[in-house]
């Protein structure tokens, strides 16, 4: 990869870069773009991952671009099914990067240099007080990312966390408005069904879910699905 300097070049490819990643339409998505624009972006990056890691060690990968660094921060496995995270990353809490310069630096035997992998650039994309979500990019040669390669990192996964926040919003409002029709359409069967006003079948509705313990959501779909099955009749409220 060719080094950017400052100027037009690193915008351009910033902005292209943003471009793609607004482009997404879900997450996951737009995590799975951010992983290959990560090495094709970042100097000297050969490969990339985004993992999310929970206080207490708890880590899941949610991209990368090979299975060489699928698991590349997991160095073993934690309890509770989950694996814990790579020490440097502890880090991550209280400073937005980490960077390793050479993992045989102390005789290796860690994850990254089992993998061939000599150094890593760990980026913070999100964190809250539960978790925290990391882009890290990986290279085969030792000290490959620079303060040059971090500067634009960092420029990178500011665009990748804008990309998020919007594409999150984008699927909660998509699926706000599914649940919205869903529950009108279980309330007009319950209408139908019970001969009752829209508001006594929203109410005949909501008690059903807290009688069962069922997601209103849920409890609609059940209803729609029951009403359009052959022969089916919907759930009557008792």
């Known amino acids: 990869m060719p080094r950017f300097p400052v100027g037009f070049e690193l915008a351009d490819a910033l902005t ?3 471009r793609d990643l607004h482009g ?10 951010a992983v290959g624009l ?3 972006l970042l100097p000297d990056a050969e490969h990339a991952g985004i993992s999310e890691i929970q206080r207490g060690g708890r880590l899941r990968t949610l991209a990368w671009t090979d299975e060489t660094v699928r698991f590349a921060a997991e160095p073993r496995q934690g309890g509770q099914g989950g694996h814990t995270p790579h020490p440097d990353w502890e880090r991550l809490w209280t400073t937005p990067v980490v960077r390793t310069d050479d993992s045989e630096a102390d005789g290796g035997g ?24 990391v882009l890290t990019a990986y290279a085969r ?6 303060e040059d390669a971090t500067r634009i990192g960092r420029l990178f996964t500011a665009h990748v966390s804008l990309a998020l926040d919007s594409a999150t919003v984008r ?18 069967i319950l209408m139908e069904r019970l001969n009752i006003d829209a508001a006594g079948a929203f109410e005949s509705l ?13 409890l609609a ?4 699905d029951a009403h359009s099955a052959p022969g089916g009749r919907g759930v009557t409220e008792r």
């Open 16 to 18: 292209a870069a943003a």
């Open 24 to 33: 997404t339409h879900t997450p996951a998505d737009t995590l799975h773009t």
């Open 38 to 40: 990560a090495v094709r």
């Open 110 to 133: 860690n994850a990254l240099s089992g993998l061939g992998l000599r150094s890593a650039l760990s980026l913070r994309l999100r964190a809250d007080r539960r978790r925290l979500t």
């Open 141 to 146: 040669k030792p000290q490959a990312f620079d």
């Open 171 to 188: 699927e909660q409002l998509t699926e706000a408005m599914r649940t919205r029709d869903l529950i009108g359409q279980a309330t007009g």
């Open 206 to 218: 909501v008690k059903a879910s807290q009688r069962e313990n069922v997601k209103l959501r849920d």
């Open 221 to 224: 779909r059940r209803i729609v």
